[in-house]
Nanobody, 124 residues
């Protein structure tokens, strides 16, 4: 069974950093694009950024540019989301999603493989 699992969420003060990880199980990320999404209470799930199978990065939120980066560790079959200078508005459940295409998409419906989500809380 193909699945992805996120980890690394938590509570961090404004200005702090967190690194989220996404591990694939039952498949390798080779040839897959990986998207990070987030969903705040009462809001729809939104695309944050994506790493294509060709290792190109696409940002879907201007608010995270310069603060969030995504990277792939093929040896561990893991993708990391490094989040710096966190703000209260970054508070959300963060989801990793993956699909076998060679481009990036910020549309949740385009992805078949989803993790359970990890909570990130930045108090105001």
């Amino acid at each position: 069974e193909k699945q992805v699992v996120e980890s690394g969420g938590g509570l961090v003060q404004a200005g702090g950093s967190l690194r989220l990880s996404c591990i694939a199980s039952g498949f390798t990320f080779d040839g897959y694009s990986i998207g990070w999404f987030r969903q705040a209470p009462g809001k729809e799930r939104e695309g944050v950024l994506c790493l294509s199978s060709a290792d190109g990065t696409t940002y879907y939120l201007d608010s995270v540019k310069g603060r969030f980066t995504i990277s792939r560790d093929n040896a561990d079959n893991t993708v990391h989301l490094q989040m710096n200078s966190l703000k209260p508005e970054d508070t959300a459940v963060y989801y990793c999603a993956s699909e076998m295409f060679d481009y990036c998409s910020g549309e949740p419906d385009d992805y078949d493989y989803w993790g359970q989500g990890t909570q990130v809380t930045v108090p105001s």
